[in-house]
């Protein structure tokens, strides 16, 4: 059986770094990970191709809320792809559906042409789709190197049976790349019940800020959880313990 590649998501170059450290086998880079992830800035991209050997894809994501674009959001996102791959990506990670809540697959067609020959994600808009098996074929017929999903559940725990079955639909032609808080204590289960031979993990610990001075009553934007001075950062010791677990 295959060795199970664990991809990492990342914020940081710090967090890329950890990463690699801990045994991951690919990075998916991101920025605002309180909104899910948007495209990050082209300096971390560059930094953390110049800190990282493994392969590194890059979430192509213009702003945060739903997955239905306009004419702009496309060109900006063929304008992130450029960038990503001049600054050195190995892959990007998109999304878009239609208003009734199917694949784009016009939109989607185009940012693979700008993407290729980059390997293409199709991320979690998958598990928001009106009707997967659908989708599914959708990509397929794309061309979509493989897709992120929980399974449309809430967490790739309780979304196993319907994980399984995408596997078994996407066959060879499809990655489908299992995500939803997999960690080390579910991660072997994942992998032996769903037959999926990727896996998307976050693996952080809370670590809090060195800031002395504080303004616990002002935030900005979103609120983190706990609060703005606790952040969430990729150690090592835990990718590693989810890619043992992994097998």
Do not use: W
């Amino acid at each position: 059986m295959a060795t199970v590649l664990v991809e990492a998501c990342v914020d940081t170059v710090a967090s890329a770094i950890a990463a690699e450290t801990g045994g991951a086998g690919r990075l998916e880079l991101c920025d605002d990970l309180v909104e899910g992830g948007t495209t990050p800035s082209i300096g971390t991209i560059s930094l953390v191709r110049e800190r990282v050997t493994i392969p590194l894809f890059v979430i192509v994501r213009p702003r945060g809320g739903d997955f239905l674009y306009d004419a702009d959001d496309l060109t900006v996102m063929r304008r992130d792809i450029d960038a990503a791959r001049a600054a050195g990506a190995d892959g990007v990670v998109i999304g878009a559906l239609t208003a009734d809540g199917r694949v784009d697959a016009e939109l989607t067609r185009r940012l693979i042409e700008s993407a290729r020959p980059m390997a293409v994600t199709f991320h979690r808009a998958f598990d928001v789709v009106r009707d997967q098996d659908e989708a599914l074929d959708t990509l397929l017929a794309l061309g979509v190197d493989r897709v992120l999903t929980s399974g449309g559940a809430p967490t790739a725990i309780e979304g196993i049976p319907r994980l399984r079955q995408l596997v078994a639909r996407a066959g060879d032609a499809l990655a489908i790349l299992a995500g939803g808080r997999i960690d080390a204590s579910n991660a072997a289960r994942i992998v032996a019940e769903t037959g999926a031979r990727e896996l998307h993990v976050r693996g952080t610990e809370r670590v809090a800020s060195a800031m002395r001075h504080r303004r616990g009553d002002i935030a900005f934007g979103k609120r983190y959880e706990p609060d703005e001075y606790t952040r969430a950062v990729t150690s090592a010791a835990l990718v590693a313990e989810i890619v043992h677990a992994a097998g």
